[in-house]
């Protein structure tokens, strides 16, 4: 089993929908939780990040965490064309001393106006 | 205020040849990560730096796989000889603290091997 499971996708949309994008985990040690949004042939930027159980919301974006069954999702409310971009969730543990931050594999979203 | 910078952004070469890459990380960040990213799947770390020094290199095939940091800012990744299964997008990203999670990443240098 993988340390982090996402779902690749593709998922596509249309305009305003609301998506709801997830992971699950295994290392109950991991204590930070990132969401990463990566558009076509560019590097992945940090979206959301969060390091407790509950619900942050920045904008039309809303991440949560429910550790207790190791499931992370992201919410995007009125979803527009520019959202249009690989989501990879991102999880970070501390172990031997140093962090380890893992990568799940990404899910692909396309947004049609 | 200058992003990750990193060249080439593509690069095309026959297996067996040598290739480099080279990253610039933001100012003032001291941790310098380079992963590797397959089509399809999430970035896996390849090495981590903390200033000069490389904390994490233990998935860094280390028989055709080296990198250097020189003076704790730019930062090399080689590799020699490549082999088809190489191709990929070699990203590199900074951080000012490794705790945070908050990385800030390069455009990538995407590699084909034929």
């Known amino acids: 089993q993988k340390e982090v499971e996402q779902d690749p996708g593709p998922l596509s949309v249309p305009e305003g929908a609301i998506v709801s994008l997830n992971c699950t985990y295994s290392?109950?040690?991991?204590?930070?939780f990132m969401w990463y949004r990566q558009y076509s042939r560019k590097g992945p930027e940090l979206l959301m990040y969060?390091?407790?159980?509950g619900n942050k919301e920045d904008g039309r974006f809303t991440a949560q965490v429910d550790k207790s069954s190791k499931y992370i999702s992201l919410f995007i409310r009125d979803s527009q064309p520019s959202d249009s971009a690989t989501y990879l969730c991102?999880?970070?543990?501390?172990?031997?001393?140093?962090?380890?931050?893992?990568f799940g594999k990404g899910t692909k979203l396309t947004v049609n106006p | 205020e200058a992003g990750v910078v990193q060249s080439p952004r593509y690069k095309i070469i026959e297996k067996k040849q040598p290739v480099a890459f080279w990253c610039n990380p933001i100012s003032g960040h001291n941790t310098l990560y380079w992963y590797r990213q397959n089509l399809g799947q999430g970035p896996e770390l390849l090495i981590r730096?903390?200033?000069?020094?490389?904390?994490?290199d233990s998935q860094l095939p280390k028989d055709r796989f080296s990198a250097e940091r020189l003076k704790g800012v730019d930062s090399t990744l080689k590799i020699q000889p490549a082999e088809l299964g190489d191709s990929a997008v070699y990203l590199c990203?900074?951080?000012?603290?490794?705790?945070?999670?908050?990385?800030?990443f390069g455009e990538g240098s995407r590699l084909t091997v034929l």
């Open positions: 290392n109950s040690a991991f204590q930070y």
């Open positions: 969060t390091y407790s159980s």
């Open positions: 991102a999880m970070s543990a501390r172990e031997g001393g140093s962090e380890k931050l893992v």
């Open positions: 730096y903390e200033n000069e020094e490389a904390v994490d």
């Open positions: 990203a900074s951080s000012f603290s490794p705790r945070a999670g908050e990385l800030f």
